[in-house]
């Protein structure tokens, strides 16, 4: 998906669920992170995502209520006022390495990650639904809905957003033994009531935004990335990551750095959200 409505995965680590904690975390960052290695082009036959639209406005001063077990429908863009907490998300994944880069971080240092994969997208995230089913089973990865083939909702009918994303809930349960609900993220962040109304029918009562970006729906340089990430990553942040171009994969020790300096835990949306 693109900065404008890309769900993500969000990172987190060192929640009640996961034995890894932030030390021991910090300390398998320093093994072999440098093996993931950037320079993988778009597969023949898969077209990007189209060009973002700006990143929707956020009010930091706004707390975030834990959601109901149903209800009305919550747009969410941020976590709530005095968390250490982030959530880093990573959208899309039609770059079969990037999503290798991803999968292969998590497996290896334990950081808590959600993702927002399309199922137009199989063939990069299926091969890693073996590694990823434990993750999900432990609640270090969780996996959110952002739509089968990552199109503008505002342009569907009814029945046309409700097959989106049930089809996509369906591949995501075969695929990874989980359910996404009742998370969504409407492509490049375009919604309005009407579709949230019509997702919440479904189960998606939480339309989830972001109000931090490394910026990279579309291809951009390792050191732009970072600029990013020095601007956004800060308490309460949910950070909005794409698995499509490679500037990310030779920067996951420098973003785990930054994350350790600033003294913020890295968390699902579930955990930021104190989500039941």
């Known amino acids: 998906m693109t900065e404008a409505g890309s769900a993500a995965i969000v990172v987190g680590m060192g929640g009640i669920h996961d034995p890894v904690d932030r ?3 910090f300390g398998l960052l320093a093994i072999g992170l440098a093996s993931v290695v950037a320079g993988c082009a778009n597969p ?19 707390p975030v209520p834990p959601a109901p077990e149903g209800g009305p429908t919550r747009v969410l863009s941020h976590g709530p006022p005095g968390t250490d907490k982030i959530a880093l998300t990573v ?13 292969d971080f998590a497996v290896r240092t334990g950081i808590h990650l959600t993702f927002g994969p399309n199922g137009t997208y199989a063939h990069a995230w299926a091969p890693h639904a073996d590694q990823l089913r434990p993750l999900v089973e432990r609640r270090q990865v969780q996996i959110i ?27 995501v349960t075969r695929t990874f033994r989980t359910s996404t609900k009742p998370y969504y993220r409407p ?30 729906s579309e291809p951009i340089t390792p050191a732009y990335l970072m600029t990013q990430a020095r601007k956004y990553l800060r308490p309460g942040t949910i950070m909005l990551g794409h698995a499509n171009h490679p500037a990310i994969l030779g920067l996951f020790d420098q973003i785990t ?13 579930n955990e930021l959200l104190a989500t039941p």
């Open 23 to 25: 030390r021991t975390f």
């Open 44 to 62: 023949a036959g898969n077209q990007p995502p189209q060009t973002p639209a700006a990143a929707p406005p956020h009010n930091w001063d706004t």
């Open 91 to 103: 959208d899309d994944g039609y770059n079969d390495m990037v999503v290798t880069g991803y999968v």
């Open 145 to 171: 809905n952002h739509t089968f083939s990552h199109l503008d909702l505002r342009r569907m009918t009814d029945a046309q957003i409700r097959a989106e994303l049930e089809r996509n809930e369906d591949w």
């Open 187 to 216: 492509p490049f962040g375009f919604h309005n009531e009407h579709i949230d109304g019509v997702a919440n029918e479904i189960g998606y009562r939480n339309t989830v935004l972001w109000n931090g970006t490394y910026g990279d």
């Open 257 to 269: 750095e930054l994350i350790r300096q600033r003294n913020l835990t890295p968390a699902t949306l």
